[in-house]
């Protein structure tokens, strides 16, 4: 009998790299200083200030930005005020359609060149600009362009009106899409806008206000003043505007809501949340961890609605975590312009040291941290996506928004319980269940204290769909129709 044959050893697995795979950065042709767009042009401040915007992932200086004072903010409103009286009320409907329509092809075929610009001035992975924000915003555009001419079908029984000069004051988490949710249905019922953006942010309404140049859209009807919150004051307080949008903090919610009192002045609040994604023990483990991620992670948390809270039934919380902890490992931090990165840079040092600030009170308070390993990039604002177990209801951690990558993991034994838990919070923005029982979600959805409940998904958004809060989450609602009617005033018909 011949010898056996020897076969070779096993081979050992193979460790296995990304390539870097970095979208093109000279698709946007920054300029050293972008002015103030007022009245159709580009114009210098009178207020002769600027600031820099930095990148957050490298904190180079990208450009300088105007600082817009008191009496650039009357140029804005003014040339708003004259556009609304003189030309864009007047219009036709039909034709404020056809220039929205013209906004929403142009931001698609300037896609790839925005996605850059918010990856480059926000630090979100371009994934998320390119097949998120951008796609949005021209389906918002493209939504309330189909309005324009329908706002009597929409509002049966009464014959609307636009308001005049809307202020609108939006953050730094999704400077583009915010933009969209606020101008687009601005201009479809007929007002004029002053849109003052996020002075950590302000390169894609800058290069907005070349799209609406190249929509020729008459000018006046669109302004927009770059600066810090000096500017936004400004502008709540100016006498010569009819309706304010904010999305932003709590705390200037509040504020505005303060100086708004008493005036004619027409208010919606997008404000700060503390969201509470539910599992349920009959819910699919590995779908519901996707969900978990995308819910708290997706734009380095820097986002309102985020499932900062993890509900999981006591008795799938150890599967679950260790599902968690093992998907965690698995994310990539590192350079925004990356196609493989999964989390990308904080939006500014502030914001960095404020989530830092918070984690730090967890792990005193008695959570229990967990961070995966992941080497940080030495230059720019980092933080490593975040997991704490171990949270009572009365943790910070667990009661204020962190507005970062961390997630505060709590236990519930009965529906009522998570309901109960889950409404345990001054904020009522968003929540998600996960269960396969549509009773249930049915039952949960009726008993949340929360503006958008998702059920077996999370972070789904769509220009026809409402989106808003309760209690400290602020108040009025953006997108589908129920978004139009903030920008109107109606005269019954009987």
Not at 213 to 237: F, K, S, Y
């Amino acid at each position: 009998m011949g010898s056996l044959e020897q076969r070779s050893p096993t081979p050992s697995l193979v460790e296995w790299e990304y390539v870097p795979a970095p979208e093109a950065r000279d698709l946007v042709r920054l300029r050293e200083r972008y002015g103030l767009f007022i009245g159709g042009e580009e114009v210098e401040p009178l207020s002769d200030e600027w600031f820099a915007s930095i990148s957050p992932s490298t904190e180079e200086v990208l450009f300088e930005a105007a600082q817009a004072g008191p009496e650039d903010v009357d140029r804005a409103v003014l040339a708003a005020r004259t556009a609304f009286e003189e030309d864009w009320s007047r219009r036709p409907p039909a034709e404020r359609a056809k220039f929205l329509f013209r906004l929403a092809r142009l931001i698609q075929e300037r896609s790839r060149e925005l996605a850059v610009a918010e990856s480059l001035d926000g630090g979100k992975p371009i994934r998320e600009s390119r097949d998120v924000d951008v796609p949005l915003a021209a389906a918002h555009f493209f939504y309330y362009a189909g309005w324009a001419d329908k706002l009597e079908y929409a509002f049966p029984n009464r014959r609307p009106s636009p308001r005049g000069v809307a202020a609108q004051i939006i953050p730094w988490n999704f400077p583009l899409l915010m933009l969209a949710w606020k101008i687009a249905p601005a201009l479809a019922c007929g007002n004029t806008v002053v849109l003052k953006p996020a002075e950590t942010t302000p390169l894609s309404a800058m290069l907005f206000a070349d799209l609406c140049r190249q929509a020729e859209l008459p000018p006046g009807v669109v302004n927009i003043v770059t600066g810090d919150g000096r500017t936004g004051a400004h502008l709540v307080r100016h006498e010569g505007i009819d309706k304010v949008a904010f999305t932003g903090s709590t705390e200037v919610g509040k504020l505005i809501m303060k100086e708004l009192a008493g005036r004619d002045v027409g208010l919606t609040l997008e404000l700060g949340g503390k969201a509470a994604n539910i599992v349920f023990d009959d819910a699919a483990l590995d779908q519901a961890v996707e969900g978990i991620v995308n819910g708290i992670y997706f734009n380095q948390g820097h986002v309102c609605c985020a499932g900062s809270r993890l509900l999981v039934q006591e008795s799938i919380y150890e599967p679950l975590l260790a599902k968690l902890k093992r998907r965690l490992s698995t994310l990539r931090v590192g350079d925004p312009l990356d196609k493989n990165t999964d989390v990308g840079a904080i939006n500014s040092r502030a914001q960095l040291e404020k989530i830092r600030e918070l984690v730090a009170s967890g792990k005193e308070e008695g959570a229990e941290i967990f961070q995966p390993e992941c080497r940080l990039p030495e230059r720019g604002f980092w933080f490593a996506p975040t997991l704490f177990t171990n949270v009572a209801q009365s943790y910070r951690i667990a009661q204020e928004e962190i507005f970062g990558p961390v997630l505060s993991v709590l236990t519930f034994r009965t529906p009522a319980e998570a309901v109960e838990k889950a409404n345990n919070t001054p904020y009522g923005l968003s929540a998600g269940v996960w269960t396969e029982k549509g009773s249930r979600i049915l039952w949960m959805a009726e008993r949340l204290r929360a503006g958008v409940v998702w059920a077996n998904t999370y972070n789904r958004f769509d220009p026809t769909s409402p989106f808003g809060g309760y209690k400290e989450s602020g108040f009025g609602r953006e997108g589908g129709r129920q978004g139009l009617a903030p920008y109107l005033r109606f005269e019954e018909v009987a």
